[in-house]
């Protein structure tokens, strides 16, 4: 069974409008292009007991989540201790982590012509980006090598913890895509079929709806109106959506009810999803 997938974005920086998030668009992009999309998104700032109970949630979901922000080593950064007490799990070094870590650590000492110190107490404190909590696995960052990492919880759920950092997040979730769940690539190809409906109001068209969602099981019905489109005006979206070789049964007994209560219908749209 293909899993539902969910996206986090953690930071005060988000809800208060200092920065647009843009990884939720990103995500649905990444997710498209494997024949998968996005069930849901949850939004969090730096509250540890908030993001505590909205990571426990995630790991009893039995879904796939991406958590993005908050796994660095600052004191407004929780995502890593909330992820512990979400699980109820230790924390402690990774040694993969820590080996990437110091690795990059050299790296900078080299580009500064200076010795790589890594009893220095400000390198020491750069090991705190590689605590965890046990049982994690670590997600390669090609950026700068500082991993991001995975935990599945005991309620099936597995949360993916990648930084807030576009340049570092967006690579780091298609790798995890494309290394825990190619099986599950194009497995179940979703497609949307839907008609522009004019002078139409959407309690009128509510009795078909359900008509269609209880005659066609697997299906989703959706009303999308719109008062002041540049192009068709006040019009009503309206579709069905789910699996491909359900969707043309419940498409034609969509059509066929529009056409029996006398509907000004417009142009037909298809999306795959």
């Not at 190619?182 to 309690?203: L, N, T, Y």
């Not at 005659?215 to 309206?238: A, C, K, N, T």
């Amino acid at each position: 069974m293909t899993p539902h997938f969910g996206l986090i974005i953690v930071g005060d920086e988000i809800l208060s409008g200092k920065r647009a998030d843009k990884h939720m668009p990103k995500a649905i992009e990444l997710l498209a292009a494997r024949g998968l999309s996005l069930s849901y998104a949850d939004y969090v700032g730096d509250n540890p007991a908030r993001l505590t109970a909205t990571l426990q949630r995630a790991f009893a979901s039995g879904d796939v989540v991406f958590s993005c922000g908050g796994i660095g080593a600052t004191p407004d950064d929780h995502t890593r201790q909330c992820a512990g007490a979400a699980l109820g799990r230790e924390l402690a070094l990774h040694e993969g982590a820590a080996a990437l870590i110091r690795e990059r650590m050299q790296d900078v000492a080299r580009e500064q012509g200076a010795a790589y110190e890594p009893e220095r107490a400000d390198n020491l404190h750069r090991l705190n980006m590689g605590v965890f909590p046990q049982g994690a696995e670590i997600i390669p960052n090609p950026y700068n090598k500082i991993p991001g990492f995975s935990c599945l919880g005991e309620g099936g759920g597995r949360v993916h913890f990648v930084p807030g950092f576009p340049v570092m997040a967006w690579p780091m979730m298609e790798w995890a895509l494309d290394h825990y769940y190619q099986d599950h690539f194009h497995s179940a190809p979703q497609v949307e079929r839907s008609v522009i409906v004019f002078g139409a109001m959407e309690s009128s068209l509510t009795p078909l709806m359900e008509q269609i969602e209880q005659s066609h099981r697997g299906l989703r019905v959706f009303s999308l109106p719109s008062v002041d489109h540049p192009q068709y005006g006040r019009h009503i979206e309206l579709g069905v959506k789910g699996p491909k070789d359900l969707v043309p049964a419940g498409w034609s007994s969509l059509l066929q009810g529009l056409h029996s209560i006398g509907a000004n219908l417009g142009p037909e749209l298809v999306r795959s999803l």
